[in-house]
């Protein structure tokens, strides 16, 4: 099941019909309080969420979405006019699973949300390399035993680099994997994340190797 929440009606009835045609099943909502009061019944697939909603806006609603252990692993598709870089790396560092900016085609549509459900597919497992373990079942990390608070993305970054132990992972291949091919934000935003969090691994941070000028990796 897909949810969409646009308040659109011409552009929610078109990505409507657009899933519906690709065998999906849909669920519609012109604002976030209706989607929230359908959630309580039924949590979704996936969510087509657009930022600039009556109210509660697309923002604070993925917030809330990735703030609560029962919906944090829904995955968002942020659907908005705004082109900016600036609300691009907004969506994107809140959790957003991809970003696409309106007008946009239909194929292309379908195409992204096929490809955010397939990569999402994949079964859940727990890593682990030194004294940091990562459950993907509760999307936890623990560190010595202790819980560590990771953001969304990285929580995302730890388990590219714990999934490539032994392998050096460009910048560039680190911003098409967690980030996603289309993010067009500067490759420090790699370091950024990855100085964050070394400090909430705490004695464990060496884990993390900086491969001068090509990226980091686990070992």
């Keep these: 099941m897909i949810y969409i ?9 078109m990505e409507s ?3 519906k ?13 209706d989607f929230w009061a359908e959630c309580e019944k039924e949590l979704p697939e996936l969510l087509i969420l657009d930022i600039m909603l009556p109210g509660e806006d697309g923002y604070a609603v993925l ?21 900016s870089e600036l609300d691009a790396v907004r969506g994107l560092d809140e959790g957003a699973d991809d970003y696409i900016v309106k007008p946009f085609g239909i194929i292309e549509f379908v195409a992204r949300v096929k490809v955010v459900l397939r990569r999402l ?3 859940a497992a727990t ?7 990562l459950d993907d079942d509760k999307r936890l990390v623990y560190e010595r035993g202790r819980e560590c608070s990771l953001t969304f993305k990285e929580y995302e970054l730890l ?5 490539n132990c032994g392998i050096v992972l460009s910048r560039e291949r680190i911003m098409d994997r967690v980030w996603g091919m289309d993010f067009e934000g500067e490759s420090r935003t790699v370091d950024m994340h990855i100085k964050t969090l070394r ?20 070992d």
């Design 5 to 13: 929440v646009e308040d659109d009606s011409n552009i929610r009835q």
């Design 121 to 123: 597919a994949k079964p």
């Design 159 to 163: 388990k590219l680099l714990l999934q």
């Design 21 to 33: 045609n690709s065998g999906f099943a849909i669920k519609e909502f012109e604002c976030a309080a």
């Design 199 to 218: 400090q909430k691994l705490g004695e464990s941070a060496s884990i993390i190797k900086t491969v001068r000028n090509v990226g980091y990796k686990i």
């Design 63 to 83: 917030r809330k979405l990735r703030q609560n252990s029962r919906t944090r692993d829904i995955p968002v598709i942020m659907v908005t006019a705004k082109s």
């Design 127 to 133: 890593l682990s390399f030194g004294d940091v373990v």
């Design 17 to 19: 019909y657009a899933l």
